[in-house]
């Protein structure tokens, strides 16, 4: 097939129904878009109240998109007690969700939303205030539209995005909640897959004008953590078919989506019996988010805090070796901010 930007191929071509023929993950949401969810629960931690696509060119010479200006930070670490302000500060270092987000763009936000069992404080999922802090930034530089999406890998969408918190979050920063139907996955290129050519993806992300991937830093039993590249396991069909040769297969899925934007919540971490954790022993807080237009480095750096580096993480030295990003933290200026 004709290699194509994930814009491109819908817009000449539109995206093939294989996808929705194969789909079968054993976690399929129902067949809706968009759905009204309960309310969260009270008692939520933390203070209420911020695409590259697959490229033609070689991997070493396809450079991410939005490459900071001068004087802006390439990465931002944002500290302190207060999940949305820190969230703030650090796109503000990075220039500002506008460097990202232009008016009239619809907007995809992709949380870890893992499980319907755990609420936030066990660090299975994303913060809700990081992501309620990023659909607000959104709104301000003037999207169309923020929509927020994952297929949870335990239990149905409707109570994991409640139990979360992520629902109660989002709606209260004018952004909507979309239940990811089986009808919606179509087959794309990988242009630079070294292992896997071609992939079923969720065509409103392929779609979307920008892509924010925003993973909860995590322990996890195969892939050792759960970062931004792993996040992406969440808008494909069959992501077990994926474990085989796991590093190589995320870089390569990274390849093809492109988020323009990547913060790591690092709010709470889970340093153990990951991705779905149970046990408040195994949760560190740290108070921090970190974010770049570069995943591979937003990687890199969330794995320090795990006592790690990228190269250590399969899917992040691959992503590093294909061209993705930067793996080299000392090559890159590197803004943190205390709060």
Same mark, same amino acid.
């Given at each position: 097939?004709?290699?194509?930007?994930?814009?491109?191929?819908?817009?000449?071509?539109?995206?093939?129904?294989?996808?929705?023929?194969?789909?079968?993950?054993?976690?399929?949401?129902?067949?809706?878009?968009?759905?009204?969810?309960?309310?969260?629960?009270?008692?939520?931690?933390?203070?209420?109240?911020?695409?590259?696509?697959?490229?033609?060119?070689?991997?070493?010479?396809?450079?991410?998109?939005?490459?900071?200006?001068?004087?802006?930070?390439?990465?931002?670490?944002?500290?302190?007690?207060?999940?949305?302000?820190?969230?703030?500060?650090?796109?503000?270092?990075?220039?500002?969700?506008?460097?990202?987000?232009?008016?009239?763009?619809?907007?995809?936000?992709?949380?870890?939303?893992?499980?319907?069992?755990?609420?936030?404080?066990?660090?299975?999922?994303?913060?809700?205030?990081?992501?309620?802090?990023?659909?607000?930034?959104?709104?301000?530089?003037?999207?169309?539209?923020?929509?927020?999406?994952?297929?949870?890998?335990?239990?149905?969408?409707?109570?994991?995005?409640?139990?979360?918190? $992520? +629902?109660?979050? #989002?709606? /209260?920063?004018?952004? !909507?909640?979309? &239940?990811?139907?089986? @009808?919606?996955?179509?087959?794309?290129?990988?242009?630079?897959?070294?292992?896997?050519?071609?992939?079923?993806?969720?065509?409103?992300?392929?779609?979307?004008?920008?892509?924010?991937?925003?993973?909860?830093?995590?322990?996890?039993?195969?892939?050792?953590?759960?970062?931004?590249?792993?996040?992406?396991?969440?808008?494909?069909?069959?992501?077990?078919?994926?474990?085989?040769?796991?590093?190589?297969? $995320? +870089?390569?899925? #990274?390849? /093809?989506?492109?988020? !323009?934007?990547? &913060?790591?919540?690092? @709010?709470?971490?889970?340093?153990?019996?990951?991705?779905?954790?149970?046990?408040?022993?195994?949760?560190?807080?740290?108070?921090?988010?970190?974010?770049?237009?570069?995943?591979?480095?937003?990687?890199?750096?969330?794995?320090?805090?795990?006592?790690?580096?990228?190269?250590?993480?399969?899917?992040?030295?691959?992503?590093?070796?294909?061209?993705?990003?930067?793996?080299?933290?000392?090559?890159?200026? $590197?803004?943190?901010?205390?709060?």
């Amino acid at each position: 097939m004709k290699k194509l930007t994930r814009r491109e191929f819908l817009k000449l071509a539109g995206a093939s129904t294989l996808g929705a023929l194969l789909y079968g993950t054993g976690c399929a949401p129902k067949a809706t878009e968009s759905v009204a969810v309960p309310p969260a629960p009270t008692g939520l931690p933390g203070n209420p109240p911020t695409n590259p696509a697959a490229s033609d060119t070689p991997a070493s010479t396809n450079t991410p998109e939005s490459p900071p200006a001068a004087g802006q930070a390439y990465l931002a670490v944002g500290r302190g007690a207060d999940p949305a302000l820190i969230t703030r500060a650090a796109i503000a270092a990075l220039g500002g969700m506008g460097r990202f987000v232009k008016a009239g763009q619809e907007v995809v936000i992709k949380p870890n939303i893992c499980v319907d069992y755990h609420p936030p404080e066990y660090a299975a999922t994303t913060n809700p205030f990081v992501v309620a802090a990023l659909v607000g930034l959104c709104l301000e530089a003037g999207a169309k539209r923020v929509s927020v999406m994952d297929n949870p890998f335990g239990g149905p969408p409707e109570s994991a995005y409640a139990n979360s918190g $992520i +629902a109660e979050a #989002v709606k /209260a920063a004018g952004g !909507e909640m979309v &239940v990811m139907s089986p @009808v919606k996955y179509g087959q794309y290129d990988i242009p630079q897959g070294r292992d896997i050519k071609a992939w079923e993806f969720y065509r409103d992300v392929m779609e979307a004008g920008v892509v924010i991937n925003v993973p909860i830093a995590k322990h996890h039993s195969l892939a050792g953590l759960t970062l931004g590249g792993k996040n992406m396991l969440g808008v494909i069909t069959r992501p077990n078919q994926i474990h085989r040769n796991l590093g190589q297969r $995320i +870089a390569d899925l #990274v390849s /093809a989506v492109r988020p !323009e934007l990547t &913060v790591v919540d690092a @709010v709470r971490i889970l340093r153990d019996h990951g991705p779905t954790g149970g046990s408040l022993d195994d949760v560190q807080q740290t108070n921090t988010v970190i974010a770049s237009h570069d995943i591979v480095s937003a990687d890199a750096y969330a794995a320090t805090l795990f006592g790690m580096t990228g190269a250590d993480i399969a899917y992040v030295k691959a992503a590093a070796e294909m061209g993705l990003g930067s793996l080299d933290l000392s090559s890159i200026k $590197i803004e943190e901010i205390n709060l």
